[in-house]
Antibody, heavy 123, light 108 residues
Framework: EVQLVESGGGLVQPGGSLRLSCAAS????????MTWVRQAPGKGLECVSF???????YYADSVKGRFTISRDQSKNTVYLQMNSLRAEDTAVYYC?????????????????WGQGTLVTVSS | DIQMTQSPSSLSASVRDRVTITCRAS??????LNWYQQKPGKAPKILIY???SLQSGVPSRFSGSGSGTDFTLTITSLQPEDFATYYC??????????FGQGTKVEVK
């Protein structure tokens, strides 16, 4: 059974840091595209970071230079290191698997999601 | 970035109603459009991918259509468990996938 379990959220002061973890079971994270999606309270969904099978990474402009996505093959876990946190980073953070149904680089959907972990940035 | 605009932002409906939600892209995205359902306190769930393909296990009362810039999600006979928020997502401009702002389906 495929499962994603996030952890690491909590309350942090502005300027602080947190590291989120997403432990996967039922598939290998290094063989899949993985993403972090966040949702601010009462708001919509925003993709903040991706990590590709080859290790390349992508960041939304809103977090570029502050967040770092990585993975540990031995632990089958994806991480999101969040530094210089701001009030506007307050959100539930979900990790998800990006499943490609097409033959090329386009056409995918997030087929498995974790339960989410809440990050609150406040003094 | 491609902007995704859903309408309406919310709607009120009754059980057994036919519900239609639209999603418009700021430029053509071919058929690279997904629909998700999200219930309070839960992660989103994929319903439709590739504009019209029903994800395995999703009831057939859900359907999607469209291509280019205009897309539709239809629920043919709304059930109690369908009251939720629905999001469209484009996966045309890799990797900057973007979501619509959501449509909340509420009880009339």
């Amino acid at each position: 059974e495929v499962q994603l379990v996030e952890s690491g959220g909590g309350l942090v002061q502005p300027g602080g840091s947190l590291r989120l973890s997403c432990a996967a079971s039922g598939f290998t994270v290094s063989s899949n595209f993985m993403t972090w999606v966040r949702q601010a309270p009462g708001k919509g969904l925003e993709c903040v970071s991706f990590i590709y099978t080859g290790g390349s990474t992508y960041y939304a402009d809103s977090v570029k230079g502050r967040f770092t996505i990585s993975r540990d093959q031995s632990k089958n876990t994806v991480y999101l290191q969040m530094n210089s946190l701001r009030a506007e980073d307050t959100a539930v953070y979900y990790c998800a698997r990006d499943y490609y149904y097409g033959a090329g680089p386009l056409g995918s959907y997030f087929d498995y999601w974790g339960q989410g972990t809440l990050v609150t940035v406040s003094s | 970035d491609i902007q995704m605009t859903q309408s309406p932002s919310s709607l009120s409906a009754s059980v057994r109603d036919r519900v239609t939600i639209t999603c418009r892209a700021s430029q053509s995205i071919n058929k690279y459009l997904n629909w998700y359902q999200q219930k309070p306190g839960k992660a989103p769930k994929i319903l439709i991918y590739g504009a019209s393909s029903l994800q395995s296990g999703v009831p057939s009362r859900f359907s999607g259509s469209g291509s280019g810039t205009d897309f539709t999600l239809t629920i043919t006979s709304l059930q109690p468990e369908d009251f939720a928020t629905y999001y469209c997502q484009q996966t045309y401009t890799t990797p900057t996938w973007t979501f619509g702002q959501g449509t909340k389906v509420e009880v009339k």
